[in-house]
Each structure stands twice: as structure tokens, then as C-alpha cells.
């Protein structure tokens, strides 16, 4: 399959790290179900790549392990980090987070790119990428695609699955930008607020417009 022509907007030099193959951004806010579409594309065998994998790829790295032990000791244990800890951490100072994310988005086109290779060419790729706009990368993609559900469904998500506080969860989501906001930036949007077979209807729908045998 590949990306229909209409939707092919960007030459190579103006894509994401100049690549050849067009690229499609799949972002949402956090705990909106952007990772269940990642998912169920990646089923169907559509080359994605995931930019969350990616910084953990960039985690396991000796030089970042370095990085986090001059820089931020208190996350280790036992030279692993925790990354709860870490986390607590990053949302809880600006500083602490812009510093953190300046050493792992310089590794990223690297890892990109290794990832990248194991498709062999592809007639176009899927990025999953939750900042896509926090971090104004818009331009630099030929489609670009929002999940997304209420932010009272997004607090209640993060709660359950990270075991989070309100107080927490409030406070990642203020380190996004709002979820509307990404709605309104985007070429198509996702509703992910019902069933999963509702949402597998909407990701289909919106596959037959862009793509094409």
C-alpha cells in the first residue's frame, strides 16, 4: 500500500530528518489511545515507528545512563533508573525537563533512522509521535493525524494506568498542549472515547481516504 498522492505534500529535503519516504505523524495527548492506533496499525503490518521505543532505545545507551547519573543521581537504583521517579521529576521543573529532553531529541534522528532501515524503502512511514506539536514539528510531515477523547477521560486514564495522583495527572497534561488544541492543528482526527470496535471502524474510515493499493 501507499500514501495517495494528494496527501504527499513534502519534498525530502523538507521532511522529518530529509527522508525519502513520506510521512505520516500520528500524535494525541497522553492516555487518549494514540498507542492502541499505534497498535493496530503496526498489526496490519503498515510500517510505524514509535518515538516513545525510540527514547528508550536512547535509554539504554551508556552515554545516557552517564548523563542521568551526573545529572539527576537520585532517579538510580542500583545504576537502573527509575523512570517514576524520573518522570516526577521532569514535570515537576521546567528546567529539569527541557534539560532532559535537549540530551535525548539530539539522539533521536539517529535511532530514527536505524529504525527506519529494517522497513527497507517504504512507500511511506507512520510516526508515532506524542509532541509533535508541543515541539512545532508540523511542517516537517506530508499528514498529520490526532487521537483523541475529553481531557476528564484523559485524567481518569493516566490515574488508572500510572497509579498516578489527580495532582499528577493534572500536571502532566499542563505540559501539553491541550488536547483540542492538537485536534484543531491536525489534517484528521481519531475519536477514541467508545468501544474498541468503534475505534478500529474510525482508524479503517480514515486509512481507505489516505492510503491506496
Same mark, same amino acid.
Not at 552517564?66 to 542500583?78: A, C, G, Q, R, Y
Not at 485536534?183 to 484528521?188: I, N, P, T, V, Y
Given at each position: 500500500m501507499k500514501l495517495k498522492e494528494i496527501f504527499i505534500t513534502k519534498k525530502p529535503a523538507e521532511r522529518l530528518h530529509q527522508?525519502?519516504? !513520506?510521512?505520516?505523524?500520528?500524535?494525541g495527548g497522553i492516555a487518549t489511545g494514540k498507542s492502541t492506533v499505534s497498535n493496530y496499525l503496526q498489526e496490519k503490518g503498515l510500517p510505524v515507528i514509535c518515538a516513545d521505543k525510540l527514547v528508550k532505545e536512547?535509554?539504554?545507551?551508556? $552515554?545516557?545512563?552517564?548523563?542521568?547519573?551526573? $545529572?539527576? !543521581?537520585?532517579?538510580?537504583?542500583?545504576n537502573q533508573i527509575d523512570f517514576k521517579k524520573l518522570r516526577e521529576l521532569a514535570f515537576s521543573s521546567t528546567e529539569n525537563r527541557e534539560k532532559l529532553e535537549?540530551?535525548?531529541y539530539q539522539k533521536l534522528p539517529f535511532v530514527f533512522k536505524s529504525k527506519l532501515s529494517e522497513f527497507n524503502n517504504p512507500q511511506f512511514v507512520i510516526y508515532d509521535i506524542p509532541l509533535l506539536f508541543e515541539k512545532e514539528m508540523e511542517n516537517l510531515f506530508d499528514v498529520t493525524i490526532c487521537v483523541y477523547c475529553s481531557k476528564e477521560e484523559q485524567?481518569? %486514564?493516566?490515574?488508572? %494506568?500510572?497509579?498516578?495522583s $489527580?495532582?499528577?495527572?493534572?500536571k502532566i497534561l499542563e505540559n501539553q498542549l491541550p488536547i483540542d488544541q492538537k485536534? $484543531?492543528?491536525?489534517?484528521?482526527k481519531i475519536k477514541n472515547s467508545g468501544t474498541i470496535e468503534k475505534l478500529e471502524l474510525e482508524i479503517e474510515a480514515l486509512l481507505s481516504i489516505l492510503l491506496e493499493e
Open positions: 527522508i525519502t519516504s !513520506p510521512v505520516i505523524g500520528l500524535t536512547v535509554y539504554r545507551d551508556k $552515554e545516557t545512563l552517564n548523563f542521568i547519573s551526573s $545529572e539527576f !543521581p537520585n532517579v538510580l537504583n542500583d535537549s540530551f535525548i485524567v481518569k %486514564r493516566i490515574i488508572k %494506568r500510572d497509579q498516578s $489527580e495532582e499528577m495527572a493534572l485536534k $484543531e492543528l491536525s489534517d484528521f
